[in-house]
T-cell receptor, first 115, second 109 residues
Framework: EPEVTQTPSHQVTQMGQEVILRCVPI?????FYWYRQILGQKVEFLVS????????KSEIFDDQFSVERPDGSNFTLKIRSTKLEDSAMYFC?????????????FGPGTRLTVL | RKEVEQDPGPFNVPEGATVAFNCTYS??????FFWYRQDCRKEPKLLMS???SGNEDGRFTAQLNRASQYISLLIRDSKLSDSATYLC??????????FGQGTTLQVKP
């Protein structure tokens, strides 16, 4: 069964450093998403991406964040200058056109720890 | 009012019990809803979509009440492996998923 993959599984970084989180969505999917989950809190939407551009972004997704689809398979989330409060699980998700009910499938996540 | 509200629990039930979770949502224009399951420190996994007419998948039944803006999930004959956090999700109108806080279920032997 096709699945979303993410690397790395765990990233530790110093405050102020740049990080890039990588995702490979399901191959025939066209809509891509990033969510995050701070420990003990709910899953929160960050950004959606379709047709090589951002469709929607949340208030969390400020100018320190960017997304890119550099080739036909990868989808990346960059945080330019990490803050302590960026520590969270970051989940990538994807959806195909056939999902009328907007069924999104999630990758295993990257645990980001900012020290 | 929170966009999606759930009782966090935990619900502690014996194996074989029937348990029901409820969820309310605030956006009356929302069209589709889901239940996801999340195991500790893992990704949310789609359990089932919630249709207006209600739907059943094995031991799981989901219901939607649009008039009351209320969604439910019923689990029959609980198994130990059902222990997890169940996330109520509003698909909204724009594609992003709006998650509730989750309801924790512990099934005991």
């Amino acid at each position: 069964e096709p699945e979303v993959t993410q690397t790395p599984s765990h990233q530790v970084t110093q405050m102020g450093q740049e990080v890039i989180l990588r995702c490979v969505p399901i191959s025939n999917h066209l809509y891509f998403y990033w969510y995050r989950q701070i420990l003990g809190q709910k899953v929160e939407f960050l950004v959606s991406f379709y047709n090589n551009e951002i469709s929607e972004k949340s208030e969390i997704f400020d100018d320190q964040f960017s997304v890119e689809r550099p080739d036909g398979s990868n989808f990346t989330l960059k945080i330019r200058s990490t803050k302590l409060e960026d520590s969270a699980m970051y989940f990538c998700a994807s959806r195909g056109l056939a999902g009328y009910y907007n069924e999104q499938f999630f990758g295993p996540g990257t645990r980001l720890t900012v020290l | 009012r929170k966009e999606v509200e759930q009782d966090p629990g935990p619900f502690n039930v014996p194996e074989g019990a029937t348990v029901a979770f409820n969820c309310t949502y605030s956006n009356s224009a929302s069209q589709s809803f889901f239940w996801y399951r999340q195991d500790c420190r893992k990704e949310p996994k789609l359990l089932m979509s919630v249709y207006s007419s209600g739907n059943e998948d094995g031991r799981f039944t989901a219901q939607l009440n649009r008039a009351s803006q209320y969604i439910s999930l019923l689990i029959r004959d609980s198994k130990l492996s059902d222990s997890a956090t169940y996330l109520c999700v509003d698909s909204g109108n724009t594609g992003k998923l709006i998650f509730g806080q989750g309801t924790t279920l512990q099934v005991k032997p």
